[in-house]
Every structure is written in structure tokens, then in C-alpha cells.
T-cell receptor, first 113, second 112 residues
Framework: EAQVTQNPRYLITVTGKKLTVTCSQNMNHEYMSWYRQDPGLGLRQIYYSMNVEVTDKGDVPEGYKVSRKEKRNFPLILESPSPNQTSLYFC????????????FGDGTRLSIL | DQQVKQNSPSLSVQEGRISILNCDYT??????FLWYKKYPAEGPTFLIS?????DKNEDGRFTVFLNKSAKHLSLHIVPSQPGDSAVYFCAARAIGNTPLVFGKGTRLSVIA
């Protein structure tokens, strides 16, 4: 089954404790991206990757890091999480960037106390 | 500065009737528009898209209309079904390697 898998689905943690949210896709897609969804703000892009070893900032990259060492994986790293990063996070992928719809994972709800 | 606006946070429609969800945008460089549907505890799923060279695209019960001069697009669902109850996001992309910009979403409730 074609899918984008995020882990964990839920996490409660404390300020400053480094965490990684993993994202994996099995569709051989070149393009992957991370979004956060906040009440009243819709979905905002954090980082995206056009291909392996190619990443770029989205609209709200502050406080986040990403890496793309393999085509299928695109982890999101919070080196020193803060409460304002409490949010619902989605990973997405598409065959290529541009004019192709993205497939989304089911989301990761992060709570940072 | 909100480039993609969905001004109706929620909409209720009776089963069998037409649902019309609206979206306005401000960036004249947007040339590709999409609608996504989102159920609780799931990620958004792609519904339908339209390129700026068209003014209408239809897929079964779903039709998207684009009015470039008004910078407005709408999603029509006919007939509406209870399973259509979800949050609908409008999204747009500008020419080139640019991020997809989403609206805040409209929650559609289809009442049986």
C-alpha cells in the first residue's frame, strides 16, 4: 500500500529535550515536505526537499532541522523544542515538486511543556 | 499576510444538496490550485486541482471553478453526502519552485 508513515503519532515532551519525528514514504517520490497545522492558521510549510541531499526552507523553518540522506526518509529534528512548537505536524511527498498533488501522512501531535 | 483565504470557517448543508466552498487568493503569480479534504486524525487527502489555464475542472461529484480576474475559486460538491463531512483546504502554488500555500480550511457538515 502506498503510504507516508510518520512516527511517533503522539509525543509529550519537555522544553529543550531534542526530538526527531521520522517520515518515510514507499512510493519512490523525489519531493518531500513538512508542515505544521495550528488552529486558525491552516497548514504552513516548514522545510521541503526536492531530492536526496537537497533541502530548503519553507515558510516557518525557525527551530527545525531536516535531512534527506535517502530518498524514502525525511526526518524532522527539533534540537531544542519550545512550547511554541506544540502543534500537529504532517509529512508529505509527491513524485516531483511543482504541479503534482502531495500525499500526506496521518500526522504527529507534539506537545512541548 | 494571508495569500489564500477561506473566509467561511464552517458550512452546513443537507444531504443531497449542493455544497459550495469558496477560496480567495491575493498572489497573481499563483498558477495551480488544489483542494484537499481532511478527516479527524488523518492527513489531508488530495481531492481535485485546476491549472490557471482552465476555468473549470470536474471529477465525479466534485467541480472546481476558477475566476482569475476575481482571484477566486470554488469547490462544488453535488450531491452532498454525509461522508463528505470534513475540513476542506484550498491550496495554491506560484510558478517555479515555490511552497504550496494553504488556506485555513472550511469545516463542511453534511446533515442527513
Amino acid at each position: 500500500e502506498a503510504q507516508v508513515t510518520q512516527n511517533p503519532r503522539y509525543l509529550i515532551t519537555v522544553t529543550g529535550k531534542k526530538l526527531t519525528v521520522t517520515c518515510s514514504q514507499n512510493m519512490n517520490h523525489e519531493y518531500m515536505s513538512w508542515y505544521r497545522q495550528d488552529p486558525g492558521l491552516g497548514l504552513r510549510q516548514i522545510y521541503y526537499s526536492m531530492n536526496v541531499e537537497v533541502t530548503d526552507k519553507g515558510d516557518v523553518p525557525e527551530g527545525y532541522k531536516v535531512s534527506r540522506k535517502e530518498k524514502r526518509n525525511f526526518p524532522l529534528i527539533l534540537e531544542s523544542p519550545s512550547p511554541n512548537q506544540t502543534s500537529l505536524y504532517f509529512c508529505a511527498s509527491s513524485p516531483q515538486g511543482g504541479y503534482q498533488p502531495q500525499h500526506f501522512g496521518d500526522g504527529t501531535r507534539l506537545s512541548i511543556l | 499576510d494571508q495569500q489564500v483565504k477561506q473566509n467561511s470557517p464552517s458550512l452546513s448543508v443537507q444531504e443531497g444538496r449542493i455544497s459550495i466552498l469558496n477560496c480567495d487568493y491575493t498572489n497573481s503569480m499563483f498558477d495551480y490550485f488544489l483542494w484537499y479534504k481532511k478527516y479527524p486524525a488523518e492527513g489531508p487527502t488530495f481531492l481535485i486541482s485546476i491549472s490557471s489555464i482552465k476555468d473549470k475542472n470536474e471529477d465525479g461529484r466534485f467541480t472546481v471553478f476558477l475566476n482569475k480576474s476575481a482571484k477566486h475559486l470554488s469547490l462544488h460538491i453535488v450531491p452532498s453526502q454525509p461522508g463528505d463531512s470534513a475540513v476542506y483546504f484550498c491550496a495554491a502554488r506560484a510558478i517555479g519552485n515555490t511552497p504550496l500555500v494553504f488556506g485555513k480550511g472550511t469545516r463542511l457538515s453534511v446533515i442527513a
